[in-house]
């Protein structure tokens, strides 16, 4: 194998994939990235054998050939070098790389021991501009469980059982997060796939992917419990989490016995003041009253004190008093990026539901705590 390549698009290629090799001392060949002259095209792969991440990488191809050569060692090269052309040759199992006045040999694993990567041949069931699915998956990433005691919590529910919407749902059942995001139908055949859910890994490395590659259409395939996301210069292969996830739609009311509509920086203010006071349990006290239009904010601890806090809200319906999470109630305040909220209550011991106001893209459903 010999190629050229600039040291830009080299280095690009590299930061793309090699972000899931790590120490694995039970099969070492997982910390490499395989390098493969496939129809003319240098490919770097690597896996963890639940994700796998492909890049294609221009350059210049005078002899075919593939080896497996360290991730760590090889991108911390490649990253300090000029940004002029290197020459690559490989022979036997040892990659040698040449850039102006640096040289250096790298000793690799043979490229026939690295994992087959599955291949994904099923035509494409959506089509999604990649900023607008890594905007959806920023928004509820947080909110997914981090246990394997529910593992279909424990990733991103793609709820596909509407024409022209998806909705990406994650929860840990003290709070769930649902972001809807509206699709084209001419070139999206979900056929008889419901819903899918994405370790939450797998989201994770996609939000990074596309946060540094411009703006492009995303192709999804799914076969075999697999699932590819298919970029421009990147493809994308995971395993999927396999069970049913929850019937989150029953959590969500219809109607609501309290509104509350509330500027949202007010409140997020007042909400971070009332951490100071809450106790080791991070409880919150909201006050509703609707003839003086005042949500009072409370917390205690014994041993430090307390606080009260009132802010303006227009409120329609009963008077309240309900105890949340702060840092869950936060978290929902901080998914809603117009200036004011809307909170819905059903008294003091059911959700609490958290919307954009004149907006039905966001939902947040936060459980409220019982003492």
């Known amino acids: 194998m010999k190629i050229i390549c600039l040291q830009e698009n080299l280095k690009r290629g590299l930061n793309v994939v090699q972000n899931i090799t790590g120490k694995n001392l039970t099969l070492p060949i997982l910390n490499n990235i395989l390098l493969n002259i496939e129809r003319k095209q240098l490919k770097l792969s690597t896996t963890d054998l639940e994700m796998a991440v492909t890049s294609q990488v221009s350059c210049k191809i005078e002899r075919e050939g593939s080896i497996t050569v360290p991730a760590k060692i090889l991108t911390n090269f490649i990253n300090n070098l000029p940004n002029k052309k ?4 490989i022979k036997n199992n040892i ?22 990567i599955p291949k994904i041949k099923n035509e494409p069931i959506l089509e999604i501009n990649s900023f607008k699915l890594k905007e959806c998956l920023e928004q509820i990433i947080n909110f997914v469980a981090m246990s394997d005691i529910k593992p279909e919590i424990s990733g991103v529910l793609f709820d596909l059982n509407y024409e022209n919407k998806i909705k990406f749902v994650a929860t840990d059942s003290f709070r769930l997060g649902e972001k809807t995001l509206n699709i084209k139908t001419g070139k999206n055949k979900k056929g008889n796939i419901s819903s899918i859910i994405l370790p939450y890994k797998t989201a994770q ?21 697999q699932i590819l996301f298919n970029l421009p210069e990147t493809q994308i292969v995971s395993r999927l989490i396999e069970g049913n996830y929850p019937n989150y739609q029953q959590l969500i009311p219809k109607q609501f016995e309290t509104t509350a509509i509330i500027k949202r920086d007010d ?4 909400v971070k003041v009332g951490s100071i006071f809450s106790s080791k349990i991070n409880d919150i006290r909201l006050r509703i009253d609707s003839k003086k239009s005042i949500i009072e904010v409370f917390s205690q601890d014994i041993e430090l004190g307390e606080n009260s806090s009132e802010i303006e809200a227009e409120i329609k319906g009963k008077d309240l008093e309900i105890i949340f999470n702060h ?4 978290d929902g305040l901080n998914g809603v990026d117009t200036e004011k909220v809307v909170i819905g209550f059903n008294g003091g011991f059911s959700p609490g539901i958290i919307r954009p106001e004149g907006e039905n893209n966001f939902t947040y459903i936060i459980m409220p705590i019982k003492l």
């Open 267 to 270: 409140l997020v203010k007042v």
């Open 86 to 89: 290197i020459e690559i040759n």
């Open 205 to 225: 490395e996609l939000i990074r992917i596309i946060s540094n590659q411009e703006e492009s259409n995303l192709e999804i395939s799914i076969d075999n419990n």
């Open 327 to 330: 840092k869950y109630l936060l």
């Open 95 to 116: 990659i040698y790389l040449k850039c102006e006045n640096y040289k250096s040999f790298i000793k690799g694993l043979d490229a026939k021991d690295f994992p087959i």
